[in-house]
């Protein structure tokens, strides 16, 4: 039986067509298009978990800290949450010069890292 989660290393979805519960509440679904214009800034929403309503708990013990978005390796953003009173979602507005994926990482405090990423299309 392989492990629900490492805390060394950065969790990502192992088989998309049978996402485990972790992986439901954990990883950040990018809302983006999938074409965009260069040089022109477009929004990019993400939310962490919720997938199948299968929603992060955000109690004092237990919540996303934070979330990172990236294009390829260049960071583009950080949102940060506080437990109870901010729920992990956010809204980036961005601008990319060329085509490229999109990376977020999120951090839970008792699970660790989860990341998922986006292509864009970039004219
Ligand atoms: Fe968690």
Same mark, same amino acid.
């Given at each position: ?6 805390? /060394?290393? /950065?969790? %990502? ?9 972790? !992986?439901?509440?954990?990883?950040? *679904? ?5 074409? /965009?214009?260069?040089? !022109?800034?477009?929004? *990019?929403?993400?939310? *962490? +978990?919720?997938?199948? +309503?299968?929603?992060?708990? =955000?109690?004092?013990?237990? @919540?996303? =800290? @934070?979330? !990172?978005?990236? $294009?390829?390796? %260049?960071? &583009?953003?950080?949102?940060? #949450?506080?437990?109870?009173? $901010?729920?992990?979602?956010?809204? #980036?507005?961005?601008? &990319?010069? +060329? ?7 999120? #951090?839970? =405090? &008792?699970?660790? &890292? @989860? ?6 299309? /970039?004219?």
């Amino acid at each position: 039986m392989s492990e629900e989660f490492s805390l /060394v290393k /950065v969790n %990502r979805v192992k088989d998309p067509k049978k996402l485990t519960d972790m !992986e439901k509440k954990h990883i950040p *679904v990018i809302k983006a298009p999938d074409s /965009v214009k260069a040089k !022109e800034p477009f929004t *990019v929403s993400i939310k *962490v +978990g919720g997938i199948d +309503g299968v929603e992060h708990p =955000n109690i004092l013990g237990h @919540w996303i =800290n @934070w979330l !990172e978005l990236y $294009a390829g390796e %260049r960071f &583009l953003g950080k949102a940060e #949450f506080a437990p109870t009173v $901010a729920t992990p979602e956010t809204t #980036f507005h961005i601008i &990319l010069e +060329g085509p490229a994926e999109l990376k977020v990482i999120e #951090f839970c =405090n &008792l699970h660790g &890292l @989860w990341e998922s990423k986006k292509k864009i299309d /970039v004219k």
